[in-house]
């Protein structure tokens, strides 16, 4: 996470402990003192069984965080609850409630995982998440879901953006022929969406950065999924998205397309993290 990695860098006298069951590189910032090749559960049993204190009184620095957690939470959803539109934030939170115990996601790059990242709450039931990083970030990517559906056996949904989708259309035609079952939640923001929150976006003429960085595509999403023998849906609500993932979580190909105003987008995310920013300021639940 981005926002993690920037808050620990703001505090360089902290120790930082590095938990990865694949005892893979986590620590882009070179900053773990220690590493521990654990899952996140069985690191904290060890360490609980190590002091004795599995139960005790919350600490003030423990009881701050929840606090601040408490107020960012409810500051975010009073603000996404009054949202007009059906946007990435709420798509996300929908998605992420809405799939059933041992499903897997499987999450692209750019905005998809970063509104996970931001706004998916805990949920009581299991959920496993897989994402592509690096050079394959993009590449073969509804490939990829279409294997991990077929090897898993379980519900399986990509979550990607239009130009994801638009980049492994082979993946399309491949799904037809593995008889697999997978449904793909396409966010079309026309364009790529991540590059709105870097300078560049206020730093060039609008049509330049359309043309160069955002790269709109014109191609009809439903279209081609009903061409290479999918089902296609559009969304273009919380309830349309709970009704189309109900039906096509049953079995077999389907892309829903939910269309998202990629400007009024990125005006929600700067006024939800100035809700949070205030409710965390005031020092109380919104």
């Known amino acids: 996470s981005a926002a993690v990695n920037a808050w620990l860098s703001r505090h360089a006298m902290a120790e930082v402990w590095l938990v ?3 005892d893979g590189f986590r620590d882009p910032a070179h900053r773990a003192v220690r590493t521990f090749r654990a899952t996140s559960r069985g ?47 709420q798509l996300a939170q929908a998605l ?16 998809p995982i970063r509104e996970l990242d931001a706004f998916a709450a805990p ?28 090897g898993s056996g379980k519900p399986t949904v990509l979550y990607c953006g239009d130009l994801a989708f638009l980049h492994d259309l082979g993946g399309l035609v491949a799904g ?17 969406g991540i590059f709105e929150y870097l300078p560049v976006a206020r730093a060039v003429p609008r049509e330049l950065f359309e043309q160069v960085w ?14 290479a023998g999918w089902n296609a849906l559009r969304a273009e609500s919380a309830q349309d998205l709970a009704t189309a993932l109900d039906a096509a979580l049953a079995g077999g190909l389907h892309v829903i397309e939910v269309p998202i105003e990629r400007a009024a987008n990125t005006a ?5 993290a100035a809700a949070v920013d205030e409710a965390l300021a005031r020092g109380k639940p919104a």
């Open 20 to 22: 990865d069951p694949a």
């Open 43 to 89: 690191f904290c049993e060890s360490a609980l069984g190590a002091t004795g204190h599995a139960h005790g009184p919350p600490s003030a620095w423990l009881q701050a965080w929840k606090h601040a957690d408490a107020a960012a939470r409810a500051a975010a959803q009073a603000r996404l609850a009054a949202a007009p539109q059906f946007l990435g934030p």
């Open 96 to 111: 992420w409630q809405a799939l059933p115990a041992e499903a897997t996601l499987y999450v692209a790059n750019s905005m």
């Open 123 to 150: 949920r009581a039931a299991p959920l496993r998440v897989l994402v592509n990083r690096g050079v394959n970030g993009i590449d073969g990517l509804m490939s990829c879901a279409l294997g991990a559906a077929v």
């Open 176 to 192: 037809r022929q593995l008889g697999a079952n997978l449904t793909v939640i396409v966010a079309n923001d026309h364009g790529g």
């Open 214 to 227: 955002a790269t709109p595509q014109a191609a009809d999403l439903g279209a081609l999924a009903l061409a």
């Open 268 to 272: 929600l995310h700067g006024a939800l």
